[in-house]
């Protein structure tokens, strides 16, 4: 099955930094990759994803690249802000549908006003 | 517009008591559920999906089960809990088109004491 690797497990960046999470997956067919934010006590909320074949994607102040020679990819935050602090978890799938999403372990990002 | 209601929000379980959670889905038809059970700063772990009424697929071997008594309904049982059964439990749900990614409910948090 597929397994995915998420790194760093904590983050901590200064308010207005960029911060970069990057996962990778082993399962080549896969080609369907959201990320989603936990906010304490909540359930994850997808914030941007990515399909195998575009290799960037962008959102405001996110964005997501894709290099599936690698098999591998990151999610991007630019000036980051307080509110950006939270638990980070990317995922990916073979296909849409039933197939279940497999999650990366999880990456704590803590922003420092 | 969907929506994904998940109850009871936190519940405290004496160790070997009976369990039940309930998650309905609303404003679409035969959605893929799936429950997940969040370990305290840990991943998500897939434990139960399902792609239609009654039927379920286990991936991890437990003392846990689910059933999908109607289309929009989802139930995570035990018969007797155990300990380690404490954590976050999440459903969500994922349509076939058009709506790739999943969506959360809230969450149950779950002591089992």
């Known amino acids: 099955g597929e397994n995915v690797e998420q790194h760093p497990s904590t983050l901590s960046v200064q308010e207005g930094d960029s911060a970069v999470i990057k996962c990778t997956y082993s399962?080549?067919?896969?080609?369907?990759f959201p990320w989603y934010k936990q906010e304490l006590g909540k359930g994850p909320q997808l914030i941007i994803d990515?399909?195998?074949?575009?290799g960037e994607k962008k959102d405001q102040r996110i964005a997501v690249t894709l290099n599936k020679t690698a098999k591998h990819f990151s999610l991007h935050i630019t000036e980051t802000q307080p509110e950006d602090s939270a638990v980070y978890f990317c995922?990916?799938?073979?296909?849409?549908?039933?197939?279940?999403?497999?999650f990366g372990s999880g990456t704590r990002l803590q922003v420092q006003p | 517009s969907q929506t994904i209601h998940q109850w009871p929000a936190t519940l405290v379980q004496p160790v070997g008591s009976p369990l039940s959670l309930e998650c309905t889905v609303e404003?679409?038809?035969?959605?893929?559920l799936y429950w997940y059970r969040q370990a305290a700063g840990r991943g998500l772990q897939l434990l139960f999906y399902?792609?239609?009424?009654?039927?379920i697929s286990s991936e991890v071997p437990q003392n846990l089960s689910a059933s999908r008594p109607q289309d929009r309904q989802f139930i995570l049982s035990s018969k007797k809990l155990l300990l380690s059964d404490s954590g976050f439990y999440l459903c969500?749900?994922?349509?076939?088109?058009?709506?790739?990614?999943?969506?959360f409910g809230s969450g149950t948090r779950l002591t089992v004491v």
């Open positions: 404003g679409t038809s035969n959605p893929n």
């Open positions: 995922a990916a799938s073979r296909g849409v549908g039933r197939r279940a999403l497999t």
């Open positions: 399962d080549s067919a896969s080609n369907y």
């Open positions: 969500a749900w994922r349509g076939d088109r058009g709506h790739y990614g999943y969506t």
């Open positions: 399902s792609v239609g009424i009654g039927q």
């Open positions: 990515i399909r195998s074949n575009v």
